[in-house]
């Protein structure tokens, strides 16, 4: 099945550094990748879609200079999370989709992210 | 807009036992898709199943069944056998499956427990 994968799983840093988050697809090409973002014990809320080679489309009250999304290929997705603060703190999940099977998502195993 | 309501936030179940997650959605598309998955605390999303709106037929994978009532927006999931790996967070999602470049619109989870 189609894997996909997240690097790093856990970061801690301090606040005002930047992170960057990877979310790669291990054997097929996504077209669309999502970034999720998820409270303990809540539900998952969409941050971004994001499509290979153009800009990510954020959903709204994502501030779009503070979540810096790149797609630069069709393996890659990277969130980067600038001048982290601690309520940013919190599980980040990627998914994507490829064009042959659109019914499905396939999630990576997400980025826990405590900012100090 | 799409919605999906659990209004479940937890369920206790003995081992052995059946257990009913409970799942309501809203939407004015024809055509949809709905989505069961599991998270368990290490965080990653485990699909389980998957309903069509223009399947006529249940969804069933081994001991997860899809009880889908279309004209009451209710698509329940249904555990048979409950077993101690079973305890998790369990998610409802939406999205339209004839778009690739759309997101899971998720619930707001129901936690499982199953007891010895």
């Known amino acids: 099945g189609a894997v996909v994968s997240q690097h790093p799983s856990r970061v801690i840093c301090k606040s005002g550094t930047s992170v960057k988050i990877e979310c790669r697809s291990l054997d097929f090409q996504a077209t669309t990748m999502f970034w999720y973002r998820q409270f303990p014990k809540k539900s998952l809320m969409l941050m971004a879609t994001s499509n290979e080679g153009s800009k990510a489309t954020y959903e709204q009250g994502v501030e779009k200079d503070k979540f810096l999304i790149n797609h630069a290929s069709l393996t890659l997705s990277t969130l980067t999370v600038t001048s982290a603060h601690p309520e940013d703190s919190s599980f980040y999940i990627c998914?994507?989709?490829?064009?042959?099977?659109?019914?499905?998502?396939?999630f990576g195993p997400g980025t826990r992210l405590t900012v100090l | 807009a799409q919605k999906i309501t659990q209004t479940q936030p937890g369920m206790f179940v003995q081992e052995k036992e059946a257990v009913t997650l409970d799942c309501t959605y809203d939407?004015?598309?024809?055509?949809?898709?709905l989505f069961w998955y599991k998270q368990p605390s290490s965080g990653e999303m485990i699909f389980l199943i998957y309903?069509?709106?223009?399947?006529?037929q249940n969804a069933t994978e081994g001991r997860y069944s899809l009880n889908f009532q279309k004209a009451r927006k209710s698509a329940n999931l249904v555990i048979s056998a409950s077993q101690l790996g079973d305890s998790a967070m369990y998610f409802c999602?939406?999205?339209?499956?004839?778009?690739?470049?759309?997101?899971?619109?998720f619930g707001k989870g129901t936690t499982l427990s199953v007891s010895s």
């Open positions: 998914s994507a989709t490829t064009s042959w099977s659109t019914d499905t998502q396939y």
């Open positions: 939407t004015s598309d024809q055509s949809y898709g």
């Open positions: 309903q069509g709106s223009y399947d006529e």
């Open positions: 999602a939406m999205r339209d499956p004839n778009q690739a470049g759309t997101a899971l619109i």
